[in-house]
């Protein structure tokens, strides 16, 4: 098995729970959903739903709160990453009828990926007959690096930080590893550096928690680094806007 190959297994997965709809049963606009979101591995589940399953999560994420639940709108995509490009629309087909909008996510650290850009318009291609709305979010590595960040509590509870007598932050563990550069935001191989921390006993938890426990935790994302989720946020206040003061902005990932 790849590198690539064994961190999605790591993060585990499952079947798409389709229920497909019948071609002749009519649809009612008013009882559609307002998004879905078909996601490579049970990580992206477990921050995406943490993001969206807290209380007046819209004011946290810059757009306007809309009804969501994580165990029903959050689809699993049956062979992660790699399917993703390829097999967005077939997999989405059975709940066009239930939701207004879709969104993709994967992350780009899978085997042999193709390009960023390349990824965005085979999906787009894919979605655009039957999706009025939907956007692609390409997470270059991989989800990790939406957890770093500088909200240094929060991460150690989402790590369960076990050292009790070294004062030091994660980030401090990691640049004396020569894991995190000290002129970067986020460290190279983000993954790694969980799996650094984890092997070392620094963290007390290696299962999609961390996510969840990040995503539950932390006071701000608007600080967030990272393209891929800045590009979430801008579609969310694109598509739910709250007040004109909203900080995302959309840029080159504009339909």
């Not at 996601?39 to 007046?56: N, S, T």
């Not at 690096?145 to 030091?168: C, G, Q, T």
Request: overall charge neutral.
């Amino acid at each position: 098995m790849s590198k690539a190959a064994a961190r999605r297994a790591a993060r585990g997965n499952g079947p798409v729970d389709r229920v497909p709809r019948q071609a002749s049963e009519p649809v009612d606009e008013s009882t559609k959903r307002d998004l879905v979101f078909l996601v490579a591995d049970q990580g992206m589940k477990a921050m995406i739903g943490g993001f969206l399953g807290r209380q007046d999560f819209g004011h946290k994420l810059g757009c306007a709160s809309f009804a969501f639940d994580a165990r029903r709108d959050i689809k699993l995509a049956p062979h992660h990453d790699a399917e993703l490009p390829l097999r967005s629309g077939a997999l989405l087909q059975p709940w066009r009828g239930e939701y207004r909008r879709a969104i993709v996510v994967l992350d780009h650290a899978y085997e042999n990926p193709l390009p960023v850009d390349e990824i965005h318009k085979r999906i787009g291609a894919q979605l655009e007959d039957d999706w009025p709305q939907f956007a692609a979010v390409v997470i270059e590595p991989e989800l990790e690096n939406w957890f770093w960040s500088d909200h240094v509590e929060v991460i150690k509870k989402a790590l369960v930080w076990r050292p009790k007598s070294d004062d030091r932050a994660p980030r401090q563990v990691l640049e004396e590893a020569g894991l995190w550069a000290p002129d970067k935001p986020k460290p190279d191989d983000p993954k790694a550096a969980v799996e650094y921390l984890h092997k070392r006993k620094y963290v007390g938890d290696m299962s999609n928690g961390i996510f969840r426990r990040f995503a539950e935790a932390v006071p701000s994302v608007r600080r967030c680094t990272d393209a891929s989720f800045q590009h979430l946020m801008a579609t969310l206040a694109d598509w739910f806007p709250a007040e004109p003061t909203t900080v995302y902005t959309r840029t080159e990932y504009a339909r």
